[in-house]
């Protein structure tokens, strides 16, 4: 889900993190961090390879240095690979220190629109008991949203989306996480 913000959370109620939905994060973030280790490993391979080249055309064969950057170019790359795999798992553990925040309001479903992204189903927002809209996150998945609102109390997180509803978890945070999160990505239609 991508999340729009609307400021309007200044007076929501709101609770800290619990430890084990922390933990259910981090240890989405140590998964990451298992299949980030296969670019670092490049980066290092290739780096080396750089400054083995550049130290050899130092001391004997000068025309060698030519070859250097190609492998600069490879480390750099799998450099940038392994930042990118990075970026979402850290800025969501990050996001765990900030609030939930829990409204007792709506929870609105709505297709996509004209500003909707490439295979977009639609919106998920919640709305206070005025029917303002708090936040809004963009919703991917396998079918179109319906159109409708109910009343809720919904929990949630600017940057995660809405965690409950009413009580029951969304699935925004798993009730358990295999180790390192291995096997938890949905299946979904494979096409052969």
């Avoid at 480390?75 to 990050?94: D, K, Q, R």
């Avoid at 309001?105 to 206070?128: E, I, K, N, Q």
Wanted: glycine letters at 10%; charged letters at 20%.
């Amino acid at each position: 889900m991508k999340f729009k913000h609307f400021d309007r959370r200044a007076h929501l109620a709101r609770r800290p993190w619990t430890p084990r939905e922390r933990a259910v994060v981090g240890n989405g973030l140590l998964g990451r961090v298992a299949i980030a280790v296969e670019p670092l490993l490049g980066t290092i391979f290739f780096s080396a390879f750089t400054w083995g080249i550049i130290l050899r055309a130092r001391h004997t064969e000068a025309s060698l240095i030519v070859i250097a950057p190609i492998f600069a170019l490879a480390a750099l790359a799998f450099t940038v690979y392994a930042v990118c795999l990075m970026v979402a798992p850290v800025t969501a553990f990050i996001n765990t220190y900030k609030p939930i925040y829990i409204v007792d309001g709506y929870v609105r479903y709505r297709g996509p629109d004209g500003f909707s992204d490439v295979g977009s189903t639609g919106y998920v927002a919640v709305l206070d008991e005025q029917k303002s809209l708090i936040c809004e996150w963009e919703a991917f998945g396998m079918e179109p949203l319906p159109e409708r609102t109910i009343a809720s109390l919904a929990e949630f997180s600017p940057y995660g989306g809405i965690h409950k509803i009413d009580g029951k978890a969304t699935g925004v945070v798993p009730e358990k996480m295999t180790p390192l999160g291995i096997g938890i990505a949905p299946r979904g239609n494979v096409s052969r």
